[in-house]
């Protein structure tokens, strides 16, 4: 049995949770390639026009896997546990979206659904999986230990190195965007890319202590329901002192960035900010032009700072 | 003390319960948005983020042309959609444009909690008395519900009234009349009265008239002026409306987890904010044997597009079509005109092959 798992959305955020879990409990696995043009052209295809970008390139790697894979899997999430708090309905509804474009085809697909506020935790998902995988249940328990161990340790590997960048001595451009955005290759890394040829450093507002960072957006903004926009929101709180100037990316058109980043805007004053939006069009020109400028500005308002101060 | 002059977003014919709870339950003055205009959505599309969905835009005009019209106190709720997050934006986008105005936003509230909102209306009004806005609140509850069951009984006759005009002048007759009523009995003999005068309006209904339904996102389907009249616009061609989505149906008597269930086929999990509702009364009316079924949303709103891919499979299932409108500030009355004359064009043909 192999398991497809669409690069996109949840993915980045979960991955290595997912296939430490796969691995542990010895399930073969492939994932959808990096975002192309083909897969971007596909998700265009299938999913209603108005969706968000991002689900666009999700429906792109689902249809990918199609006939690729014995079990596609497609995972979705209510709520993470904060009284009052959400995620934005899209990974709510993505099983059923996806359901219903593919009935013909009949998918099969492996999935599991986490709503904390009622009770159905992460680790009862997984269970739950495994038990549907044909696993028995201390197998699961291993699998799913060693695979929250995994994705713990990978995450202060990634907060270790971005301690590293923030020494540097480059201007640093905190990216405030959910990772499946600026994780893409097709429609994020040209962003980081821009921006490192630029001489700059981007700093990454999603890799953060999530923790962390959720208690303290409520001091930005204190009804803010989305839980990984107030990881960002926090996020940026925690970093805005170490860092030079803030780009707000977010895919066309995004619910929750809709409002937040328009709050973000107005409430952070104290860093230049600009706010690029992922239409999926061609050509990344007018992205560039705006990056320079960004970055020509920032730097020479610190340089005229580092004058009058010397 | 400055008077205290509340105004909460016009919705739908729903401000007549509101005005209600602010004066009879606040003690407060109340003012109402002044009527929906072209310079309304302007004003809201200029000071809002670009692609926010539209009621927010309606929201923040009619916040703007309410102050200017004298308010110095803004109420919004809160929603599990965007509506959760509109309260903070529009506050702060109102006190950065300068206006220095009292804003509440029932977002702070928890539903679980009945007593949450005390604590939110005391912000209006500290000297509140729980009883006199239990009270106030209980009739505007009853008022809603009053409300929608005389507009379900318009939808569905408007469209063959022999003098036209007529059910449209008895609603603002109704809307203005209930302003005045101040208990359950008075509302009871009002409803009764109008129901009377409602049902002695002559109409000129065949015996198998063409029906349509109405399903989709909740501030546009409910808000005449956000759709463009849609329903009105149909109806005039001798259609029989329905429109299961108000507040009755909605907050105030849902079921939930009786619609999870009936849906099951479609939608193993609740997708967000009213799609299950969508999904659920386009199966009706399907079974119903409506000719057709309009999805009406404003642009981007995440939950309704989510249902569409499913509204899709429903219309293969039962063979009715469906047609889809996205309503944002760039919207122009004509295109909507077309749009539904090739629709009621198509239902009528198929209606003509269905006798054959």
């Known amino acids: 049995m192999t398991i497809g798992i669409p690069r996109a959305f949840l993915y980045y955020r979960y991955h290595v949770l997912w296939e430490t879990f796969f691995e542990e409990l010895g399930i073969e696995y492939i994932v959808s390639p990096e975002t192309n043009k083909e897969i971007m052209k596909r998700g265009t295809i299938h999913a209603i026009d108005e969706s968000c970008l991002s689900s666009k390139i999700y429906t792109g790697h689902v249809d990918y896997l199609i006939d690729k894979c014995d079990y596609i899997f497609i995972p979705r999430i209510s709520s993470l546990g904060e009284h009052k708090e959400f995620v934005c309905s899209k990974f709510q509804a993505i099983y059923d979206v996806i359901k219903n474009i593919y009935r013909e085809k009949d998918l099969k697909i492996l999935y599991y659904s986490i709503d904390v506020v009622n009770k159905e935790t992460e680790l009862k998902a997984f269970l739950k999986m495994g038990k549907f995988l044909g696993k028995n249940k201390a197998q699961v328990l291993k699998a799913y230990y060693v ?21 540097s001595s480059k201007l640093k451009i905190l990216i405030i965007s959910h990772p499946y955005n600026i994780y893409d290759k097709y429609v994020g890394e040209p962003i980081l890319n821009t921006i490192k040829e630029l001489g700059a450093e981007p700093i990454l507002g999603c890799v953060t202590d999530e923790k962390k960072a959720r208690e303290i957006a409520h001091t930005v903004s204190a009804t803010l329901p989305w839980t990984f926009n107030k990881e960002l929101v926090g996020s940026m709180a925690l970093y805005k002192d170490q860092i030079d100037g803030i780009v707000l990316v977010s895919s066309f058109p995004c619910g929750p960035d809709s409002l937040v980043n328009e709050m973000l805007i107005r409430r952070f004053k104290e860093k230049p900010m600009i706010s690029l939006v992922l239409d999926g069009q061609e050509g990344t020109a007018g992205m560039e032009t705006r990056l320079e400028s960004f970055i020509d500005i920032i730097r020479l308002r610190k340089e005229k700072e580092e004058h009058e101060r010397n | 003390m400055n008077e205290i002059k509340v105004n909460f977003p016009r919705f739908g014919s729903y401000n007549v319960a509101i005005e209600h709870i602010i004066k009879q339950g606040l003690d407060c003055e109340y003012i109402d948005s002044p009527p929906i205009t072209k310079k309304t959505l302007e004003l809201g599309t200029k000071y809002s983020p670009d692609f926010v969905c539209t009621p927010f835009k309606y929201n923040l005009g009619g916040y703007i042309e309410s102050i200017e019209a004298g308010a110095n106190t803004l109420i919004q709720i809160g929603g599990v959609c965007r509506l959760g997050y509109y309260g903070e934006l529009h506050e702060q986008i109102l006190k950065d444009l300068g206006y220095q105005v009292k804003f509440v936003n029932m977002a702070n509230a928890d539903f679980s909690n009945p007593l949450s909102f005390y604590e939110e209306f005391k912000k209006i009004n500290p000297n509140l008395k729980l009883k006199k806005i ?23 006759n408007v469209g063959f009234e022999v003098v036209d005009g007529t059910f449209d002048h008895l609603h603002q007759e109704f809307l203005e009349d209930l302003r005045d009523i101040n208990d359950k009995k008075e509302l009871k003999l009002l409803y009764k009265l109008y129901m009377k005068k409602l049902k002695r309006v002559e109409v000129n209904k065949p015996k198998n008239p063409l ?17 463009h009249y849609l329903e009105k616009e149909l109806a005039k061609k001798g259609i029989v409306i329905y429109r299961w989505m108000n507040i009755t149906n909605s907050i105030i008597k849902p079921q939930v987890e009786e619609v999870k269930k009936s849906i099951k086929n479609y939608a193993k999990y609740n997708m967000g904010a009213t799609s299950m509702f969508t999904i659920k009364k386009a199966i009706d009316y399907a079974k119903d044997g409506c000719a057709g079924i309009i999805h009406v949303k ?3 709103c995440t939950p309704e597009i989510d249902a569409m891919p ?47």
């Open chain 2, 211 to 227: 029906k349509v339904g109405f399903v989709g996102e909740y501030y546009t389907i409910m808000d005449q002026y956000s759709n």
């Open chain 2, 310 to 356: 499913v509204l899709q499979r429903i219309s293969e299932d039962y063979k009715i079509p469906i047609i889809y409108f996205s309503f944002d500030s760039q919207t122009s009355d004509i295109g909507i005109n077309t749009r539904i004359e090739a629709f009621y064009d198509m239902i009528m043909m198929r209606k003509e092959q269905k006798k054959k």
């Open chain 2, 134 to 156: 239990t009270q106030a609140c209980l009739l505007a509850i009853k008022m809603v519900e009053v409300i929608d069951k005389v507009e379900d009984y318009i939808r569905q």
């Open chain 1, 147 to 167: 695979a929250k161990q995994a994705e713990k340790t990978h995450k202060m590997i990634e907060l270790e190195k971005q301690k590293q960048l923030l020494k």
């Open chain 2, 298 to 300: 404003s642009f981007g």
